[in-house]
């Protein structure tokens, strides 16, 4: 027969053994990549962020350098490219010169001129987006 003591003991060891399961399951969640986390940056300012005007002032290898400005503030800011490398079209080397570039209005020196679904890159420059 059950009395009350057991059957709270029976929840509390039900409560327990789940608590433990969860914590379990959390624990071996894969934690995303820093890789996945600047592509979920990126298309996160390419749907929210406020659209401004920039201008390139250095590509090299594996970034572009730019500069833009909010609420008289100036930003330099530059972005890794190497994960859209493939998306950019032969000689975008050559745009030095005005961007447009999507910033976090809350946190403007949060930005960026290129996604895998946007670029603020010139019409010449544009890559081969989906």
Partial sequence: MSTPATAGIAAVGVAAVL????????RRRKKPTAEELEARRRAWLSQIGKLGGGEIVEIQETAILYLYEVRGMTYTASQDITALREQLAPGFESAIGGVGVRYDPNNPANSIILSESWTGLPNRDRTRLV
């Avoid at 433990?20 to 399951?25: E, N, P, S």
């Fill in 19 to 26: 608590g433990i399961a969860l914590i379990f399951r959390i």
